[in-house]
């Protein structure tokens, strides 16, 4: 095997890719869980639920790929299973119960967020850890897509919520920002 000299150490490139690897399967949970909730969505909001996730499990793929591809450009290879994903994953699955469209819009803005929370630790961890601003910069780029795929999900829930059976349900509360 060639040896790898790109200015990071071998413990330095470890680290690195310790942290994609958990990119890596909090994305393939993402990816998985949004491809359920686009088949299973029923109601009022099918139709617009059904595009906008296939939209996005579409975007979660190529993410998907690209931090696969980061790992074996820092010479590492990265995890390749459901069972190494679940071992590491920050995101959890659910229940086999099929919740409503508005909580699996709430479950996925969840998940979004925890990843976006995750970004921004681990691109901390690249830049003064590491000292790779490449994975720094890598991971700002897909912490943005993220960003913007929960804020398309939260700007669904936003007012009044109309539940799988047509009734309608009180607006949803406000978050706080950082909670």
């Known amino acids: 095997m060639h040896k790898i000299n790109i200015g990071l150490t071998e413990k330095q490139r470890q ?7 958990l990119d890596l399967a909090d994305a393939n949970v993402l990816l998985v ?5 686009h088949w299973d969505v029923v109601g009022p909001q099918f139709r617009t639920l059904h595009k906008l996730w296939e939209e996005h499990y579409q975007e979660l793929t190529i993410n998907i790929d690209k931090i696969a591809e980061r790992i074996r450009t820092l010479g590492c290879y990265p995890t390749g299973t459901m069972a190494g994903f679940l071992s590491i994953a920050t995101l959890k699955e659910h229940s086999d119960k099929i919740p409503t469209a508005t909580k699996m819009v709430t479950q996925l803005v969840e998940d979004h967020e ?12 690249c830049s003064e850890e590491f000292h790779d601003q490449g994975s720094a910069d890598f991971l700002t780029d897909l912490m943005e897509k993220h960003e913007e795929m929960a804020w398309m999900l939260r700007s669904f829930i936003e007012g009044e919520a109309v539940e799988a059976d047509g009734k309608k349900q009180p607006a949803a509360t406000k978050v706080p920002v950082g909670v």
């Not at 680290?15 to 690897?21: A, E, K, R, Y």
């Not at 869980?33 to 909730?37: E, F, G, I, L, P």
């Not at 925890?114 to 961890?125: A, E, G, K, L, S």
């Open 15 to 21: 680290g690195v890719m310790n942290l994609l690897n």
């Open 114 to 125: 925890q990843i976006i929370r995750n970004f921004r630790n681990h691109i901390d961890q």
């Open 33 to 37: 869980k949004t491809k359920k909730y």
